[in-house]
């Protein structure tokens, strides 16, 4: 999971503060050593962590902290804001043109996930803002890039131009923008050629599309995954583009955190959007204050809430958060969320953006069962249950439960053990919903 090594890190070296009532400067200097240890671990730029480390320092040390009250907690929110600042401090919007279309050029190492984002960018704006994107095939290079993105282009009901793989792709970006005022497109995705690394006829050619193109955004796209590494191509493709934003894919994977952190810093440029998934919608603003928070291992709430919004009928929805408020979520209510998880990306994505889980054992032991074959045999068993059983959950007794797993296909202990999750999911998801803000700040001061 994402940053988790970097989460246990932080979260152990600042409760170690907590531990002592009153906070010396030497255990401040120790706390610092721990943190910028944790920092390295995770692949985070020497610079970056230099300069962070003696921003907390300066912040932290002195009267008004060291003397203060409860100075564990303040210096937690010192470290807190500080890695907000690091990634930028606000999220920025995409360029506008001021006449359209807005064009918006894709670029990046092969493999980063160009085409994907291209492909989730423009269904987010046709989803948000009505829009009539087209999509410009320019990648000759990678087999299949264009084969993709026509895929891509087809599910998400967005035109895809192509000239194939024989033409230059500075022709097949004019010829493209031609098309796109020819059907009137607002915005004007270019997926241009990747490399597996930076060389100079690569970034030639790109040069001469912007020329061309002149773009009002150039969006590279880096894989987190690829730590260190990334801030380097970051710096790389800046040098020579000017890039206008980034984007962060597979934020979803096993990454450390390295690039997320130092990105912002190296480059001075904005992370604009971050993917979390391979899903056409796996693709979210990025807001550097939520995640530092989920960094620090304190949820990301708002990105869940607004997720969940998205897809979701809103009175239904305000009526399942009352009923998990109140801990009378039922069977029904669990149906309908299915469904929903499945729209939001998957139980994981979803439980690790709730305060205190991204390290929780239990809810790693939880994601280890729930596979998409498991979910339909959830399915099949609450499909198994009558109206009275979904409403009460608690009168499914031993033979209702024999019944449930004859009607369902499916053995006796899977029954057993999903009801048992039902439980624990329930008294969860009541606690999270009880909790929001109020339960950060608790969290902030328990650290
Ligand atoms: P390109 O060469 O830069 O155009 O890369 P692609 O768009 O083909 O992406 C490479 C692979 O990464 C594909 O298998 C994508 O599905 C995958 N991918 C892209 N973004 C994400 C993401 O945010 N999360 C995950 N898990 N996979 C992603």
């Known amino acids: 999971m994402a940053f988790e090594g970097l989460t246990e890190r932080l979260q152990s070296a600042l409760s170690g503060l907590r531990r002592k009532g009153k906070v010396s400067e030497s255990d401040l200097r120790d706390t610092m050593r721990e943190i910028r240890m944790a920092l390295l671990e995770a692949d985070v730029n020497f610079g970056v962590v230099k300069d962070f480390v003696r921003d907390v320092r300066e912040k932290a040390a002195g009267e008004k902290v060291l003397e203060g009250l409860n100075p564990a907690q303040q210096i937690v929110k010192i470290v807190n804001d500080e890695l907000t600042k690091m990634m930028g401090e606000q999220d920025v919007p995409l360029n506008q043109s001021p006449k359209i279309p807005t064009v918006i050029m894709m670029v990046g190492l092969q493999g980063a996930g160009k085409t994907t984002t291209a492909g989730k960018l423009a269904l987010k704006l046709k989803n948000e803002k009505n829009a009539r994107p087209l999509m410009i095939a320019a990648d000759i ?112 994977g096993d990454t450390r955190g390295g690039a997320a952190l130092s990105i912002r810093a190296v480059t001075q440029k904005p992370i604009k959007f971050v993917g979390q998934g391979e899903k056409m919608t796996d693709l979210d603003t990025f807001y550097p204050d939520r995640m530092a928070s989920r960094i620090l291992g304190m949820g990301d709430l708002l990105t869940l809430i607004e997720r969940a919004q998205k897809d979701v009928d809103e009175e239904k929805a305000a009526a399942q958060a009352e009923k998990m408020r109140q801990n009378t979520f039922d069977f029904n209510d669990f149906i309908d969320q299915m469904e929903q998880v499945s729209n939001m990306g998957g139980i994981e994505s979803i439980m690790k953006m709730l305060p205190g889980m991204a390290n929780n054992p239990q809810v790693a032991a939880m994601q280890a069962q729930m596979d998409p074959k498991q979910i339909d045999h959830i399915k099949a068993i609450v499909m198994s249950m009558t109206p009275q059983e979904r409403e009460q959950p608690e009168i499914i007794n031993p033979s209702r439960r024999r019944r449930l797993a004859a009607g369902a296909g499916r053995p006796i202990v899977e029954v057993n053990r999903m009801l048992k999750q039902f439980n624990e999911m329930k008294t969860m998801m009541s606690k999270a919903m009880n909790g929001n803000t109020a339960q950060m700040e608790q969290m902030m001061g328990a650290l």
């Open 141 to 252: 290079y990678r087999p299949a890039a264009i084969d993709q993105l026509e895929t891509l282009g087809q599910q998400i009901d967005v035109p895809v131009f192509s000239m194939g793989t024989d033409a230059d792709p500075r022709e097949i970006v004019r010829q493209g923008l031609i098309r796109a005022n020819e059907i009137k497109a607002d915005y004007v995705f270019i997926d241009a050629a990747g490399r597996l690394q930076i060389d100079e006829a690569l970034m030639q050619e790109l040069a001469d599309i912007k020329d061309i193109a002149e773009p009002n955004e150039i969006l590279l796209v880096v894989d987190a995954m690829t730590g260190q590494n990334a801030t380097e191509t970051a710096e790389g493709f800046n040098n020579r583009l000017g890039i206008t934003g980034v984007v962060l894919t597979k934020l979803d």
